[in-house]
C-alpha cells in the first residue's frame, strides 16, 4: 500500500467525521427550528378557532339562542367561514367530526374513507395534545384537534405531512450538497498536500527502479529539504555509493558460484548414472551421515537373462553390447518409472529395490507391476531382435519384501549404496526358483501378503505353486506367480489349482489330485499341475510323516 493511500485513509476518515459532525449538527437544529415554528403556527391558529368557535356559541347562549337549529347552524357556517379565513395553504384543511367520524364542518371536504374513521377516532378519544398524524383522504398527514363539547364534535386543523416538513427537507437537501462539496474540497485539498508530501519519496523509489532496471549504482536522488526526507535521500545516495563499490567483489562472487554450480552440476550427472538421484541429494544435504546404514522393510526385484553364456557365445561382441544397452534401457526405464531404485548390474542381471531412500505406501505394489512389465518389455524387444536377426532373450524375475540393511556401504574412497540382509538373499533364490517352477515372474509369500494388505483392489491374480525351503533355510516360504490378465482358460484353470492346493497342505492328496487333474484339462501341459499331481498320487500312496508341512527343500543357489 503507497505512503500517500495510506495518509489518505488516515486523515480522510477524520475530515469526513468532523464534517459529517458539523453538517448533522447543523441540520438537527435547522430542522428542529423550522419544525418548532410550524407546529406553533399550527398551534396558534387551533387555539385562535377554538377562541373563535366559544365566542360564537357565547353569544348563543347570551341571548338563550341555543335551542334554535338555525341559529346553531349559522354559527357553524360561521365557524366554517373563519376557518378559510385562517388556512394559509391550499393542502391545509379544517373541518371537524361527531364521535361517529361523520363531517360536521369542513373548510373542504377531507376525503374521509372509511376505513380511516377508525383510526382516527382511536387517535382523538386518547385525548392527547400536540402533533398528531394519521392517514386521511389516503394521504398521510399531521394535525392538532380540540373537543368542543356543545357541538359535540373534534374540531381538527390538518396538513399533508410532506408539506408540513418541506422547509425541513429542504434544509436536509442543502445540507447534503454542502457536505459534499466541502467533502470533494477536502479530498482535492489532500491531493495536493499528500502529493507535495510524498514527491521526495516518489523520486527516490523511481531512482531505485532505474538502477534495478539498468544496474546502474552511479545514479544519485537530489537533497531537496532539511527533514526527514532529505536525511533519506542522502542516505540512499550513501548506500548507492557502498554499494556500487561492493559490485565488483559480488560479480567475482557470483562468477564464482556459477563455476562451482557448473562443477556440481557435471559431479551429480556422471555419479547419477551409478547412484539415485535422491540418495545424491541426501549426500549433498549431508555428507557426514552417508556412511549411516537404516533398517527398514523393501521390495526387492532380481531379473536374469536365461541361458546367457550360451547367448553370448553366439554373438558378436558389439552386437551383444548393443543388445544388452537396449535390453537394459527399456528395463530400467520401467523400474524408474514405478519409483524404483536400481542398485546394480550382475553382468546380465539387474537388482532393483522399492521403499529406499523414499518410502511410498504402494512400493510392494510398483515392484510387482514394474517385474510385469518388464516381462512385456521383453517381447518388445524380441520382435525387434526377430527383426534384426539377433538372439531373443528370455528372462525370470524373482521377488521379496521383507527387511534389510539400506545405505552407502564401503568407505570413504569406494562405497555403493545398497541392500544387504536375508530378504535379499531370497529374493535372488525367487528369481532362481523361476526355472524351476517354469515361471516367468515368482514372488514370496511376504510380498503376496503385503499386496493383498494394502493393495487388495490392484486387479491382480494370483496362483500359489508351492511352499520352498531355499539352500541354507529350513523354514518354509510359500510362492507364487502373478498376472495382470489372464487368458479364458486361465481364467478357469488357477481358482481350480489353488483349490487343489487347498487340500494338498491339508493331506487331502487323492481330492487335491482331482483338482490338479481338472486343471491340466483345462490347461494340458501345465508344467505346475503336473508336477503337483505326481506328488498328490505318490503321497496318496505313501504318506508322508505325521510332521510334514508340505515344504520341498530345494538345491537352488
Not at 36 to 44: K, P, S, T, Y
Not at 353 to 359: N, V
Not at 374 to 381: C, G, L, P, R, T
Not at 390 to 402: A, D, M, P
Request: proline fraction near 3%.
Amino acid at each position: 500500500m503507497k505512503i500517500r493511500l495510506k495518509m489518505f485513509l488516515v486523515v480522510l476518515p477524520l475530515i469526513i467525521v468532523s464534517l459529517l459532525l458539523a453538517e448533522t449538527a447543523s441540520y438537527f437544529n435547522a430542522v428542529n427550528g423550522v419544525t418548532r415554528l410550524a407546529r406553533q403556527l399550527l398551534g396558534f391558529k387551533l387555539g385562535e378557532l377554538e377562541k373563535y368557535t366559544e365566542n360564537q356559541w357565547a353569544l348563543l347562549v347570551e341571548n338563550e339562542l341555543t335551542n334554535r337549529p338555525d341559529m346553531v347552524e349559522a354559527v357553524k357556517k360561521a365557524v366554517e367561514h373563519y376557518g378559510r379565513s385562517i388556512i394559509l395553504s391550499d393542502t391545509e384543511i379544517i373541518f371537524a367530526v361527531d364521535k361517529h367520524g361523520n363531517l360536521t364542518i369542513a373548510s373542504s371536504d377531507p376525503g374521509l374513507l372509511l376505513d380511516e374513521k377508525d383510526g382516527l377516532l382511536k387517535i382523538l378519544s386518547e385525548e392527547n395534545q400536540g402533533l398528531q398524524t394519521a392517514v386521511i383522504g389516503g394521504e398521510k398527514r399531521i394535525f392538532q384537534f380540540f373537543y368542543f363539547a356543545p357541538f359535540d364534535s373534534f374540531f381538527i386543523i390538518s396538513e399533508k405531512e410532506n408539506v408540513f416538513y418541506r422547509d425541513a427537507q429542504k434544509i436536509a437537501f442543502q445540507t447534503i450538497i454542502t457536505l459534499s462539496a466541502a467533502l470533494a474540497a477536502a479530498v482535492a485539498l489532500l491531493l495536493l498536500i499528500t502529493g507535495f508530501f510524498t514527491s521526495p519519496l516518489r523520486r527516490i523509489v523511481q531512482a531505485m527502479n532505474n538502477i534495478i532496471e539498468t544496474s546502474d549504482l552511479s545514479a544519485r536522488v537530489e537533497v531537496e529539504y532539511r527533514d526527514e526526507t532529505g536525511v533519506l535521500a542522502q542516505t540512499f545516495n550513501m548506500m548507492t555509493e557502498e554499494l556500487n563499490r561492493a559490485y565488483g567483489q559480488i560479480k567475482k562472487y557470483a562468477f564464482d558460484a556459477v563455476l562451482a554450480g557448473k562443477k556440481e552440476e557435471r559431479i551429480r550427472h556422471i555419479f547419477q548414472k551409478y547412484v539415485p538421484n535422491d540418495v545424491i541429494e541426501k549426500f549433498f544435504a549431508s555428507p557426514e551421515k552417508m556412511l549411516i546404514g537404516d533398517n527398514r522393510k523393501l521390495s526387492i526385484l532380481f531379473s536374469d537373462i536365461r541361458s546367457f553364456t550360451t547367448i553370448s557365445e553366439g554373438m558378436a561382441p558389439d552386437d551383444l553390447v548393443n543388445s544388452l544397452n537396449r535390453y537394459f534401457s527399456g528395463q530400467v526405464d520401467i523400474i524408474y518409472n514405478r519409483n524404483g531404485i536400481v542398485d546394480k548390474y550382475i553382468g546380465d542381471a539387474i537388482m532393483a529395490f522399492w521403499g529406499a531412500p523414499e518410502k511410498h505406501e504402494d512400493d510392494a505394489l510398483q515392484s510387482v507391476m514394474s517385474g510385469l512389465e518388464m516381462i512385456d518389455a521383453v517381447e518388445v524387444f524380441n520382435n525387434n531382435q526377430r527383426k534384426l536377426g539377433k538372439c531373443e532373450f528370455q528372462i525370470g524375475i524373482g521377488l521379496n519384501y521383507g527387511e534389510v540393511t539400506v545405505g552407502n556401504i564401503g568407505s570413504e574412497r569406494k562405497m555403493d549404496y545398497t541392500l544387504i540382509g536375508d530378504a535379499v538373499n531370497l529374493a535372488s533364490r525367487m528369481e532362481g526358483l523361476t526355472k524351476t517352477y517354469h515361471s516367468g515372474i515368482l514372488i514370496s509369500e511376504s510380498l503376496f501378503e503385503e499386496l493383498r494388505k494394502n493393495s487388495p483392489n490392484a486387479g491382480l491374480n494370483y496362483r500359489l505353486l508351492d511352499t520352498v525351503a531355499v539352500k541354507g533355510k529350513t523354514r518354509g516360504v510359500r510362492i507364487f506367480t502373478v498376472k495382470k490378465t489372464l487368458s479364458p482358460a486361465e481364467q478357469k484353470a488357477w481358482p481350480v489349482h489353488n483349490q487343489g492346493m487347498k487340500l494338498y497342505y491339508t493331506r487331502s492328496f487323492r481330492e487335491a489330485a482331482e483338482k490338479f487333474k481338472e486343471t491340466l484339462g483345462i490347461l494340458p501341459g501345465d508344467f505346475n499341475a503336473e508336477n503337483l499331481l505326481k506328488r498328490c498320487v505318490d503321497y496318496a500312496s505313501n504318506p508322508p510323516p505325521a510332521n510334514w508341512d508340505g515344504v520341498e527343500i530345494m538345491k537352488t543357489k
